[in-house]
């Protein structure tokens, strides 16, 4: 069984280019790492690409362009074997935030001309010494936020920078005993299972539920428009519970790719969910139409069950199917 430190090693090697070079050069680092067949899966309004050179010049160039002196702070760094294709790609993740100071407007918001984070995740999928495809998920409201706008009117928990892991030891750069990773592939696949009977007459109350594969002192990490929440109750009341009761139906449309490492683990769908909405959701009215949600879950294992639960959602994509623009909203709010 492979130790995917070669895989590792080309994404840290990949980063370090990414990262130093300038931003006319950006092209042509990924050019040198990404496969001529490579597929990109951003957030709104970035969406799927396919070449390295439009990623570049659609997100990285005007990222850079905006955020001057970026930092990547990595939280979270591993490596695995896909559960989805039966074990056969292999997948490398980094999780954490891109720093820098907010000199330039990037996607009509405002810069702050301080620093600030956008909180990402990127899986990368490793084939011939080439990444071949990432998903990276980015909280835009979130970066929102910190420089003072309101993109959605409420949240029920509370709107934090996010911190890694509480017992910082996310960062395996080193090979990892893979009787841990199986461990903790297995107290995702349980929590995952759980989660597709929600509707059955015969579960748990929420609260009980919730303690078959989650610790009591729980966190959940949630996106800008719903917040972080501590303890199994609060996560009941603040998150889960206002979520369920959110949605006449949710349809699992199943994962592209999951797997874990260690006492780390994650997955994420294009789109996991798709999703019927009863009424008012995040503060805001809804359709009642048929919409789906894009998900990246980063989760931490603590003895047999989950501890830390990192979530990035794509909700300028989930409200644009509702006919809300949240981008939109906020040029015009900036010419008002």
Known sequence: MSSYQVEKQLVLNYYKELDSTSENNISKVMERYLDDHYIWRGFHPFNEQSSAKVVSELFWQPLRHAFRHMQRRMDIFMAGRNEIDGFE???VTSMGHLMGLFDNEWLGITPSGKMTFLRYCEFHKIEHGKITETAMFFDIPHLMIQVGLRPFPTQTAAH????????????????????????????????????????DAKKLPLVEELRRSWNEDMIWWGPAGIGATYTIERYAEQHSGPFRTSFTDRIFNGHLCRFAEGKFGGFFGWPNLTLTP??????????????????????????????????????????????????????ETKKT
Request: proline share 5%; no cysteine.
């Open 89 to 91: 790609s292999v997948w």
């Open 160 to 199: 934090l920078v996010q911190p890694g892991p509480m017992t910082h030891d996310g960062l395996m750069f080193e090979e990892q005993d893979p009787k841990e990773g199986e461990k903790t592939l297995a107290a995702i696949d349980f929590m995952v299972n759980d989660l597709k009977n929600w509707k």
């Open 278 to 331: 009863t009424g008012e959701f995040m503060g805001m009215p809804t359709k009642a139409k048929p919409i789906d949600m894009r998900v990246i879950d980063m989760y931490r294992r603590e003895g047999d069950k989950l501890s830390e639960n990192w979530i990035f959602i794509d909700f300028l994509h989930f409200w644009h199917q509702q006919g809300v623009d949240i981008l939109a909203q906020i040029k």
